[in-house]
């Protein structure tokens, strides 16, 4: 493992690594492969729920750049460089496409450069801040000089909310974002629910809270309020990450293993 700098506090767990770990990456320290594996003991399913959700980003990304035209992207809570990432998704199928990263986690900003392997004909950026600060993301420098916002630009908030609890005000901090996007631009977002098996869900976020980090999970109705209202819903709607366009035939996991909802919109 390289000498990390000073800021990146190995010793604690964070969200980034610990779903870095349930999505089979290599960027997780002890502490967060200790966290993840209580999770796993009391939420069996919890590395289900990563993996369906990454699935649920590459499939939303690949419908915006192929079929809504969306060629910017705005990806808050981007976690740790993987397969997959938005830029090489999206660059794949519409070489020209910007795509600015944020995320908050200091072992994130360590790993950017992976992010910002643009094709030559589009941009990506990395910006390290906090989503509870929307302000300082919007007019950050490199996020005007990426994004153009007299453009349709792909806002993703991707398994970051329920990291926001209702004390830090998640609906005004959407409600600013999604007010700085021009019309025909969309919203990408997905959330851990307790709704299909409560116990084990619960007990997961009891783990994740005691080991120091926010977590509110949300049932797909409060979700759904509170992400997408004055947004056109893209069919399915809001449905399991699993289900929202698989591109796959075969057997999908249950409800209770998934645990997360997710859905794509566009503002009218
Ligand atoms: C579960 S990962 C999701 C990564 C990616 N969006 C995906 O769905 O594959 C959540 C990410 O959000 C970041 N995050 C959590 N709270 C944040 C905040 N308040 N501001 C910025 N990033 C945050 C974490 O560091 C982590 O990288």
């Known amino acids: 493992m390289p000498e990390m700098p000073p800021e990146v506090n190995t010793s604690e767990p964070h969200p980034a690594r610990i779903y870095d770990y349930f999505i089979g990456g290599k960027n997780h320290f002890a502490a967060d492969r200790e966290t993840a594996a209580q999770v796993l003991r009391r939420s069996p399913s919890a590395h289900i729920a990563a993996r369906e959700n990454r699935g649920f980003l590459g499939r939303a990304v690949g419908f915006l750049a192929a079929e809504a035209g969306i060629r910017q992207f705005l990806d808050i809570g981007t976690g740790l460089p993987t397969t997959n990432n938005v830029h090489e998704v999206a660059q ?5 496409a910007r795509v600015v990263y944020v995320d908050n986690d200091p072992l994130v900003l360590t790993h950017a450069r992976a ?22 993301i919007l007019d950050h420098p490199d996020t005007r000089a990426v994004l153009d ?3 349709p630009v792909a806002l993703m908030l991707v398994a970051i909310l329920h990291f926001v609890p209702d004390e830090f005000k998640p ?19 997905s959330h851990l629910t307790t709704e299909h098996d409560p116990l084990a869900t619960s007990a997961g976020q009891q783990t994740m809270r005691a080991a120091g980090m926010a977590m509110q999970k949300r049932d797909s109705g409060v979700f ?8 056109e819903l893209v069919p399915p709607g809001v449905v399991l990450a699993s289900e929202w ?24």
Do not use: M
């Open 224 to 231: 759904a309020d509170l992400v997408f209202p004055g947004l």
């Open 171 to 189: 609906a005004e901090i959407i409600g600013t974002l999604v007010d700085a996007l021009p019309r025909g631009s969309y919203v990408v977002a």
């Open 149 to 151: 916002f007299g453009q």
């Open 245 to 268: 366009r698989p591109t796959w035939v075969g057997p999908r996991p249950l409800p209770a293993e998934v645990n997360c909802y997710a859905g794509v919109a566009r503002k009218p």
């Open 115 to 136: 992010l910002l392997t643009s094709a030559p004909e589009g941009r990506t950026a990395y910006i390290h801040a906090d989503l509870r600060d929307p302000a300082a």
């Open 92 to 96: 794949e199928i519409a070489p020209s």
